[in-house]
């Protein structure tokens, strides 16, 4: 027979939130490829997109994206409110990706000190990745 604590005594955890923190940040990530996709599909029906177009400004909607196509215009596109979308996709999904690693890595290695330095190495990458990534963002 298997006991259970109640939900009274369990308590949160760090690694209970992390729990939550990866549930929920795929689904901010879904909720922010839904978002770009629609918008995507509203403002590119104007200029008859293809399909390649609208998913690649899905997964980052970066103004970038849009410049090498045939949408005459791009003010639409280029505007705060998009690269603020693109700059919470990168976030989420760095984290998200990072996190996912971590959890690999302590799977795997062994000692505390080699966890430790997995640990420290994802942190520098994630955040060194992300700014870089948000500075093309900005720039862009």
């Given at each position: 027979m ?8 369990r ?42 177009d ?70 520098l ?16």
């Amino acid at each position: 027979m298997k006991r259970t604590l109640p939900l009274s005594r369990r308590g949160l955890s760090f690694e209970t939130l992390m729990w939550f923190f990866t549930r929920l940040s795929a689904l901010a990530m879904y909720a922010l490829i839904l978002f770009g996709l629609f918008g995507a599909l509203w403002m590119g029906a104007r200029y008859q997109m293809n399909f390649a177009d609208v998913m690649r400004w899905a997964f980052m909607p970066n103004v970038t994206h849009v410049q090498g196509t045939n949408v005459p215009d791009i003010a639409p596109w280029a505007g705060l409110f998009w690269k603020l979308v693109a700059m919470a996709l990168l976030l989420v999904a760095t984290a998200h990706g990072v996190h996912g690693l971590v959890v690999i890595a302590d799977d795997y290695i062994v000692s505390a000190r080699g966890r430790q330095i997995v640990r420290l190495l994802s942190i520098l990458m994630m955040a060194s990745m992300s700014l870089i990534g948000l500075y093309i963002i900005w720039i862009s």
